[in-house]
């Protein structure tokens, strides 16, 4: 992708997700010529179950350094959780929407996922990010 030097648009997102257990959640899914940057991510555990809810936070996308498609980007893994306690992720990262914009060959989604917790955990999930559209 070029360096963006024309107009576009930019917008403060968020995304709310309300009892999660036990599955794997887009939290964004990206769209070409989308640029996300990730202020917060906070988890709630509203339901624990018997031995706390972990999970992890992962981005499925480009994996420069293989050259390959639609990989697995581990960013970091949500501790055990007690019910009613938060976990906070305020560590701002940046994200392209399509991996065509990396590899100018393949048009494959970048998404910023979320996986884990326990059959009786529920997750109440926030998510705050800048949405820049440059197409």
Same mark, same amino acid.
Request: net charge negative; charged share 15%.
């Given at each position: 992708? #070029?360096?963006?030097?024309?107009?576009?648009?930019?917008?403060?997102? =968020? #995304?709310?997700?309300?009892?999660?257990?036990?599955?794997?959640?887009?939290?964004? !899914?990206?769209?070409?010529? $989308?640029?996300?940057?990730?202020?917060?991510?906070? /988890? $709630?555990?509203?339901?624990?179950? !018997? =031995?706390?809810?972990?999970?992890?936070?992962?981005?499925?996308?480009?994996? #420069?350094?293989? *050259? *390959?498609?639609?990989?697995?980007?581990?960013?970091?893994?949500?501790? #055990?959780?007690?019910?009613?306690?938060?976990?906070?992720?305020?560590?701002?990262?940046?994200?392209?929407?399509?991996?065509?914009?990396? !590899?100018? *060959?393949?048009? !494959?989604?970048?998404?910023?996922? @979320?996986?884990?917790?326990?059959?009786?955990?529920?997750?109440? @999930?926030? /998510? *705050?990010? @800048?949405?820049?559209?440059?197409?």
């Amino acid at each position: 992708m #070029a360096i963006p030097t024309g107009s576009g648009t930019e917008g403060l997102r =968020s #995304a709310l997700f309300n009892g999660i257990s036990d599955q794997t959640v887009a939290l964004i !899914t990206g769209v070409r010529y $989308h640029i996300y940057t990730v202020l917060s991510i906070i /988890v $709630h555990n509203a339901k624990a179950g !018997t =031995s706390g809810a972990t999970g992890s936070v992962y981005l499925l996308g480009y994996d #420069a350094r293989a *050259s *390959s498609s639609a990989q697995t980007i581990q960013l970091f893994d949500i501790p #055990a959780m007690a019910q009613g306690e938060t976990y906070v992720w305020n560590d701002k990262f940046s994200f392209y929407g399509c991996e065509n914009d990396v !590899t100018q *060959s393949t048009t !494959t989604v970048q998404q910023l996922n @979320i996986t884990g917790g326990g059959t009786y955990d529920l997750f109440d @999930i926030t /998510v *705050s990010y @800048i949405d820049q559209d440059w197409t």
